[in-house]
Structures are given as C-alpha cells and as structure tokens.
C-alpha cells in the first residue's frame, strides 16, 4: 500500500515509447519508455528535465562521461554538450558492453 502511494505521488516520471536516431553514431534506437540513451556509443539527447518528461529546450548531444556501480547496477553519467547538464542514466540490458567498460575509471562529475 505505502509502496503504491509513493508511485502514485511521482507524477515526475512519464513513460514514452519513442523511436530516434542516435544523434552521435546514427544507430536507431528503439524506444523502450525507460531508455533514451543509443545502446552503441551511449550518448544521449538532452531532452528530459525530470526523467521521461521531455520538457527541456536544449536538445542538444549528450556525452557519456562516465559509469559507475550503484546498487548492483550501472549507472551511466551523461554530460549534456551544450548547456553542461550532467544527468546519471541507468544501463539497459542491450548496452554496449565494451563502451560501458570503457567508461569505468573516469573522475565522475557530481550532479
Ligand atoms: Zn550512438
Ligand atoms: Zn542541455
């Protein structure tokens, strides 16, 4: 019950099927509601100000800047080209292995 109202009180979140292109390696990503990052060369789009919301402006490339372990997951940084956003993205399943490794190691920029 209280794990239901928490959902509930999150309206923050919204879940969006999209198709798109990768805008760094040209790869298409299909959507899956939960990952807009490209599953090849993670880069992303700055197009989320709350997760899934897609109400920023900026649009622009976003870079993997680094990746670390968080709660037995891996979590990717992202640092948006233009503006500076930093955001950190959970790892989908289909994620480059070789590109998430890569990323280990790197001096992550705090949000
Ligand atoms: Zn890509
Ligand atoms: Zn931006």
Not at 90 to 109: E, M, Q, T
Request: net charge neutral; proline share 7%; charged share 25%.
């Amino acid at each position: 019950m209280s794990c239901w109202l928490v959902m509930t009180q999150l309206p923050s979140f919204t879940r969006r099927k999209e198709n798109f292109r990768c805008l760094h390696c040209g790869t298409p990503v299909r959507g899956s509601g939960y990952t807009n990052h490209c599953p090849r060369c993670l880069w992303s789009r700055h197009v989320d100000v709350n997760p899934g919301d897609r109400a920023a402006e900026c649009g622009a490339a976003m870079e993997p800047v680094g990746a670390l372990w968080e709660g037995g997951e891996i979590v990717v940084v992202q640092q948006c080209l233009d503006c500076g956003h930093i955001r950190r993205n959970r790892a989908a399943a289909n994620d480059d292995r070789d590109a998430l490794l890569a990323l280990f190691g790197r001096p992550v920029p705090d949000p």
